[in-house]
């Protein structure tokens, strides 16, 4: 299933950062990570602001150094340079030379994989395409909206058709659309063979694309493994939106339950109960408009990791 | 050796000429148009004299002010507008960015004082002269001052790589006052009681770089020839200090955790 | 590249440092000994104005006579070994140094004195005088200034007139010396004599702290004992001639006529020597001097 060497192997990655002006002291932002990405994989990296997602990327990249441990990328050490010839990485909150336009920016980052000029035209062409940024690919850098940006910084990660792509954020400041389009580039990276190993706290997008997720709580590993068996996605209870008929009380059972919003009812009930309820509702001839299931937000599910023992990860390792 | 340092070096250019530094040429041009105008009507005999020492002050001052003042934003930019951030995850090593950068800067320069070299001739002629076989001492002048911007530049990268703009800026200047003076400094030295002082200064003399050696511009004025040793000791001397500035440069930057 | 690879070639690079500075270390001296024989060879000062200067100071100008100071010192000690030279450039310097920072007090000490020398100086007076006038124009109340007018005026161009006037203008200062009072009054009457040439060369060893100076006065000082010495000699010898009709052939036949006690030795303790004709000579041994009057007249004032 997996190939010998894996994408990424981390072991025992830490980096503590100084901090304070006068009495410098140490904190750590990353404390002893391993973990392992399988060639192919879309491998998800979770956790709250500050967990240490960015800090794992960088030091990766080679932008900062590890206090201790190793990392090899594609079976080569993290300083082996050679190997960025085969990776891609958008920055979070990317920002590029903004006297260049597009275009040239790309054109910029194609030469250092050695494409001759006509090959670098029709590669800058097409990513710019891949990315919604066709129409603007003469425009300056300084001139791009925020979104307008992370398009231009996942172009530049994809420009050379890397095996492994890091990306920091990749939904960050883009509208629905421009999510859903990052999606679909995730998604043909993987048909293409690709791995991707992307960071994000919104959990849905992982749920959604990745094969594997690891979360990442005050620079620990907490768990790792599929979205559903890591941030248990079990259903926790359903949510009925619904409109009773006008000018007609509702039953005592259903009133006790439901909060009225703006004309409206929203009542949870647990699963169980779902098609009692529905069934109550049919009676009194009262409009559905909506049931959906409820599943922990990501703060529950982090506040839960909180409450956890230290040290204690969910599931070490679930292959 | 790898092609990256270059690409970086045209894309620095490129940057350099985006934000209109090269304007100050307008400044020189205006600067030798009336020197030229001026001189002419009120002397005889000194026009030259004139035209080249304002020319040649004027060269060196305008590239001292890019070397420095872009020289420490070269790569502390970078690093603040995390424009690194993606360029790194290239296979570029860092020493190359460093170089390419350091290339870029050079590359402005030399393009810059062409163009006031071409504006300088120009005044010259102007001024009623025609050129002789002593101007070949004004060009060795202008290759000085280069060599001399060129060690300026480098040791503004160096500072950069550790610390702001400001400090580096101040950092910078010192030195180039100093390597101006050293030789003062060292004689002051030699003239004081206490063998301290004169084992310091004379310490100092040797390794800040000699600002001094590089000031051809009075000889070049009066029309006089500059030996040749001169034109090859100082090309050596500033090349391999610029070697050291860069490789000692590329050794901090290389350890550095971008923040 | 490898990591152990890329580590390598760091070190490598660090162990380039301290070899380049060696070789830079080694083109400096080289470029410094081309250098210097130039200047040597051809010696000038680019900008001779110190108007010009002055205006180029960008204000700085008190360092920049510090500067100048300075090399006016070198061009003077490195000029001292040289006996053909007499020191073109140091009026140039001075001048310079002077009119950035007029307070600069030891240039004018020293510049008057190696102005005015005539073997170990520009033989200068007349410069030395302008520089002085300068410096007291500038420092009014300076009795210092005004001893060193007097003394140039006394010694070097035996003007005891205007020697006289500066010591009274000195005396007349705040803080003048009563000395300078007496110096003046004992010119007008007496004019020059060995006497106050060793009160003036007494008053200049001791009131200079430069190590130069006091060494030129100390060797003038030793020169003007052995004048007077010569001189006392010389009339003991023409005593002989006249009690014994003619000159004494030894010191010894002296002492026997009780016309000297012991053997009469110069200040550096050397023998003197009588000649034929009575004459007492220096010892060709002695590095005492006997100080010569001027020879050559004061040059026309520098353009
Ligand atoms: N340059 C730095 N100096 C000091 N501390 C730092 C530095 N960079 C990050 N940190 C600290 O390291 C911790 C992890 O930061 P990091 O940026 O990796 O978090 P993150 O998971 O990417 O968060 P976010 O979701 O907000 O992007 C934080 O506590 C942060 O304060
Ligand atoms: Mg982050």
Redesign the pocket.
């Known amino acids: 299933m997996a190939s010998q060497i894996p994408a990424i192997e981390i072991t025992g990655l830490t980096?503590d950062?100084?901090?304070g002006f006068w009495r410098k002291r140490m904190?750590r932002?990353?404390d002893h990570l391993s973990l392992r990405v399988e060639e192919g994989e879309i491998f998800g990296f979770l956790?709250?602001?500050?967990?240490?997602?960015?800090?794992?990327?960088?030091l990766l990249m080679g932008l900062?150094f590890p206090t201790d441990g190793t990392a090899n990328i594609l079976g080569r050490p993290i300083d082996d340079i050679s190997m960025h010839r085969d990776i891609g990485y958008l920055p979070?909150h990317p920002y590029f030379y903004d006297y260049l336009t597009a275009r040239e920016l790309l054109d910029y980052y194609a030469r250092f994989s050695h494409y001759p000029a006509e090959e670098r035209r029709v590669r800058v062409a097409r990513v710019l395409e891949r990315v919604g940024l066709a129409s603007a690919a003469d425009v300056q850098l300084r001139k791009f909206s925020k979104g307008m940006l992370q398009r231009a910084g996942i172009a530049q990660a994809i420009i050379h058709d890397p095996r492994l792509v890091f990306l920091?954020?990749p939904m960050s400041g883009l509208d629905p659309i421009g999510r859903h389009e990052v999606r679909d580039i995730i998604l043909d990276l993987k048909t293409q063979g690709r791995t991707v190993f992307f960071?994000t706290?919104i959990l849905s997008d992982a749920e959604m694309l990745c094969d594997r997720v690891a979360v990442?709580h005050?620079?620990k590993l907490r768990g790792i493994g599929s979205p559903g068996k890591i941030v248990s996605l079990e259903v926790q209870a359903m949510e009925i939106l619904f409109e009773p008929v006008e000018n007609q009380p509702l039953p005592s059972n259903l009133a006790q339950h439901a909060t009225p919003v703006g004309g409206r009812y929203r009542m949870e009930v647990p699963e169980a109960e779902l098609y009692r309820t529905i069934n109550d509702l049919r009676s009194c001839s009262a409009r559905i408009l909506s049931v959906s299931p409820v599943r922990p937000t990501l703060e529950d599910y982090f506040l839960g990791l909180v409450e956890r023992k230290p040290n204690a990860p969910v599931e070490a390792h679930a292959q | 050796m790898s092609a990256m340092p270059g690409v970086v070096a045209i894309n620095t250019f490129r940057e350099a000429v985006r934000d209109r530094v090269l304007y100050n040429l307008v400044f020189f041009a205006l600067l030798m148009i009336g020197a030229a105008i001026i001189v002419g009507q009120i002397s005889i005999g000194i026009e030259r004299l004139v035209i080249v020492n304002l020319g040649l002050t004027a060269i060196s001052i305008f590239g001292l002010v890019m070397a420095i003042f872009i020289g420490v934003g070269l790569v502390y930019k970078e690093i603040e507008k995390r424009t690194l951030y993606s360029l790194l995850s290239k296979p570029i090593r860092r020493w190359e960015f460093l170089v390419g950068k350091y290339a870029g800067l050079i590359l402005t320069l030399v393009i810059n004082t062409a163009f006031m070299t071409a504006g300088l001739a120009v005044a010259l002629f102007y001024v009623g002269r025609p050129f002789v076989r002593s101007d070949a001492s004004i060009l060795i002048a202008i290759y000085f001052i280069l060599l001399a911007l060129a060690l300026v530049t480098a040791i503004a990268l160096f500072f950069s790589c550790f610390s702001s703009p400001m400090l580096s800026t101040l950092f910078t200047l010192a030195i180039y006052v100093t390597g101006l003076f050293a030789a003062d400094i060292r004689d002051f030295g030699a003239l004081t009681h206490s063998s301290f002082i004169k084992t310091a200064t004379s310490v100092l003399y040797y390794l800040v770089p000699n600002f001094h050696d590089f000031n051809s511009i009075a000889v070049a004025a009066h029309g006089e020839s500059i030996p040749f040793a001169l034109v090859w000791q100082n090309t050596l001397y500033a090349l391999m200090y610029i070697a050291l500035l860069l490789v000692a440069s590329s050794a901090i930057f290389s350890r550095r955790?971008l923040? | 590249m490898s990591n152990a690879g890329q580590k390598r070639s760091l070190w490598l690079a660090l162990a380039a440092i301290p070899l380049l500075f060696a070789a830079l270390f080694f083109l400096q001296a080289r470029i410094d000994a081309r250098t210097r024989t130039e200047a040597q060879a051809k010696e000038e000062l680019l900008l001779r104005s110190p108007a010009a200067i002055e205006k180029m100071s960008l204000g700085y100008n008190s360092l920049l006579a510090d500067i100048y100071w300075t090399r006016a010192v070198q061009y003077y000690g490195g000029k001292l070994a040289d006996e053909n030279v007499h020191f073109p450039l140091l009026w140039p310097l001075l001048d310079i140094s002077t009119t950035l920072d007029p307070k600069l007090l030891a240039a004018y000490h020293f510049g008057a004195m190696f102005l005015s020398e005539p073997r170990v100086g520009a033989n200068r007076p007349d410069l030395a005088v302008k520089l002085i006038k300068r410096g007291i124009a500038a420092n009014p109340g300076n009795w210092r200034l005004d001893a060193d007018l007097g003394f140039l005026y006394y010694w070097y161009l035996r003007d005891y007139g205007d020697a006289a006037a500066a010591y009274l203008a000195g005396s007349n200062t705040p803080q003048g010396p009563a000395w300078m009072k007496f110096m003046a009054a004992r010119l007008d009457q007496k004019g020059g004599s060995l006497e106050t040439s060793r009160m003036i060369w007494t008053q200049v060893y001791e009131s200079n702290s430069d190590p130069k100076i006091r060494k030129l006065a100390l060797n003038t000082l030793k020169g003007l004992k052995a004048e007077q010495d010569e001189r006392e000699l010389d009339t003991a010898a023409s005593e002989y001639r006249q009690r014994f009709g003619h000159y004494p052939a030894s010191v010894a036949e002296m002492r026997g006529a009780a016309l000297l006690h012991g053997v009469p030795v110069d200040p550096d303790g050397y023998p003197y020597v009588l000649g034929p004709d009575g004459q007492f000579e220096l010892n060709p041994h002695s590095s005492v001097a006997i100080p010569q009057e001027p020879k050559t007249p004061p040059r026309p004032a520098a353009k």
């Open positions: 980096k950062y100084s901090v904190r932002s990353l956790g709250p602001n500050g967990a240490g997602k960015t800090t794992t990327l960088k900062i979070e920091d954020e960071s706290h990442l005050e620079g | 955790n923040k």
